[in-house]
Structure formats: C-alpha cells, structure tokens
C-alpha cells in the first residue's frame, strides 16, 4: 500500500502551548488527507478533511480556531493544535487518500500529551 | 446520521480457530467496506476492502458482504496469538469520507 508518514510520533508540550504535527505522503500525492483523534479504547473520530489547495471542512463540535489544518501541497497536510490543554491529550491520526473512490492509508499517528 | 455498528468484544478464539467479526450498518447507499487492524497504541491498517456482494478472500482473510442485510464480516482462519488487535469495520459511500464503527477486541489463546 502507499505509505503515509507522520511526525512526531509522541510529543509532550506544556498547557497553553501549541504543537505542529505533519503527516506527508510520501510515494503518491494526496488530493485529500484526513485528520482523526482517537481517545482511550474509543473509535477513531474524524476532525476534519482537508483538500489541497482549500479551506479544512470541520466536523461538527472541532473548534477549526483551535485545530489549525493547513494543506498547502499534495503531499503535505499539518495539524496545529493551540494553546492546548490536558484535555486534549489524545492519539492523533492522519490519513490520505489519492482519489475519491480509494481507501485511505494512515499515518503512524502522534501521541499527544499535554502537562 | 451514517452509523457503523460493531460488538466490541473482546472476542476470545484459540489458536488455529476461525476468528468471526461482524458489522452492521445504517446507509444504504454505502458502496465501499473496509476492514482496518489496529494494535494497541499503532494507527489502524487496512488489511482487507470489499465493494460487491458475496466473499472475497485474501490469505487467511475472507470478508463478506451483503447490502441487502446492511451486513459485512470477516472471518480469520488459522487464528494466530499475533491477530490479536482491535479490527475496525468502515465504510464509505461515493467521494465521503470513512466512517468507522468502534472496533471489536480479538483476543487469540495460545
């Protein structure tokens, strides 16, 4: 399958900071990449879905202010989660797609962890 | 609101058994199914996709469809202690994106 890279694998940040997370397709290029957060023993929750070249579409409750997705070439979307908080300690994952009709493949996901 | 429906288990299976995973869901209009492996603390791989009725089979892997019953499943033959992980059913209709069902826990006896 086509491989999907994303960094850092764990991070640990202070409350009130923000952190970057990349996620890369490396051997195809993405028209459009996922984001998802997944809690502990709990499914994977899509945040948004970001299309090369455009503005992120949020799911309903993701404050887009806070989440920041930028997707600014084929083979490269960041997340910037804000001034975060404990509460959002979380597994985060991307994943990316070539066309609407494939599968998407994931990324190694980010380990969040906010102190 | 597209629901993806799975019992969450854990589902316990010796060795050498045939593992049974299920999934319901709510759109009808749903048109591709996939099943994602996910071990603890990894992000979900994608081992298996099927888009027509009836069986598909891949290695000791054979999914199931049937749109009529809303209903997919996979089955594990020649269970092995390293099928151990929480298998996620999703599913897409046209260009949207996945919907994933919670996962059920497989848990392989030596």
């Known amino acids: 399958g086509a491989v999907v890279s994303q960094h850092p694998s764990r991070v640990i940040c202070k409350s009130g900071t923000s952190v970057k997370i990349e996620c890369r397709s490396l051997?195809?290029?993405?028209?459009?990449m996922f984001w998802y957060r997944q809690f502990p023993k709990q499914s994977l929750m899509l945040m948004a879905t970001s299309n090369e070249g455009s503005k992120a579409t949020y799911e309903q409750g993701v404050e887009k202010d806070k989440f920041l997705i930028n997707h600014a070439s084929l083979t490269l979307s960041t997340l910037t989660v804000t001034s975060a908080h404990p509460e959002d300690s979380s597994f985060y994952i991307c994943s990316a797609r070539v066309g609407a009709d494939t599968e998407a493949f994931f990324g190694q996901g980010t380990r969040l962890t906010v102190v | 609101q597209k629901e993806v429906e799975q019992n969450s288990g854990p589902l316990s299976v010796p060795e050498g058994a045939i593992a049974s995973l299920n999934c319901t869901y709510s759109d009808r209009v749903s048109q591709s199914f996939f099943w994602y492996r996910q071990y603890s603390g990894k992000s979900p791989e994608l081992i298996m996709s099927i888009y027509s009725n009836g069986d598909k089979e891949d290695g000791r892997f054979t999914a199931q469809l049937n749109k009529a019953s809303q209903y997919v499943s996979l089955l594990i033959r020649d269970s092995q202690p390293s099928d151990s992980a929480t298998y996620l059913c999703?599913?897409?209709?046209?260009?949207?994106?996945?919907?994933f069902g919670k996962g059920t826990k497989l848990s392989v006896i030596p």
């Open positions: 051997d195809f290029q993405a028209t459009t």
């Open positions: 999703a599913v897409k209709a046209g260009s949207y994106q996945l919907t």
